[in-house]
């Protein structure tokens, strides 16, 4: 039964979702920055860490250097990601989910699961 109706749940989500929370939205604006939103989600919740070299390996067909740097430093200067000097290699800046940023996708993720299941 969600086959038949997952564009719909999917698309409700979306609009629902976009419109309770602002950091959410931010994300959402742009195929890049929601790449970006998941791929530091991925990795905090992994454990992992996650260099700007490697996010820009990741993202080489998606977007040019320029936008992703770019999308980094407008979600850095909304303190949405932290840059981290890594402390094994001082060459490397890692990316770091702020709390708040982390909150959000609890909230968010819950909900679609949540949303899913329902239906």
């Given at each position: 039964m969600v086959k038949e109706n997952l564009a719909k749940i999917l698309l409700d989500f979306l609009l629902e979702s976009n419109a309770k929370d602002p950091i959410i939205k931010y994300f959402r604006r742009t195929t890049i920055s929601y790449i970006?939103?998941?791929?530091?989600?991925?990795?905090?919740?992994?454990?992992?860490?996650?260099?700007?070299?490697?996010m820009e390996k990741s993202t080489?067909?998606?977007s040019s250097r320029k936008t992703l740097f770019s999308s980094l430093?407008?979600?850095?200067?909304?303190?949405?990601?932290?840059?981290?000097?890594?402390?094994?290699?001082?060459?490397?800046?890692?990316?770091?989910?702020?709390?708040?940023?982390?909150?959000?996708?609890?909230?968010?993720?819950?909900?679609?699961?949540?949303?899913?299941?329902?239906?």
């Amino acid at each position: 039964m969600v086959k038949e109706n997952l564009a719909k749940i999917l698309l409700d989500f979306l609009l629902e979702s976009n419109a309770k929370d602002p950091i959410i939205k931010y994300f959402r604006r742009t195929t890049i920055s929601y790449i970006i939103f998941l791929k530091i989600l991925d990795f905090h919740l992994s454990s992992k860490k996650l260099s700007i070299d490697e996010m820009e390996k990741s993202t080489i067909d998606i977007s040019s250097r320029k936008t992703l740097f770019s999308s980094l430093e407008d979600a850095v200067s909304r303190r949405y990601i932290i840059k981290e000097v890594d402390q094994t290699d001082q060459r490397k800046i890692n990316l770091i989910p702020t709390k708040e940023l982390i909150k959000s996708f609890e909230t968010w993720s819950e909900n679609l699961v949540s949303k899913l299941n329902r239906n």
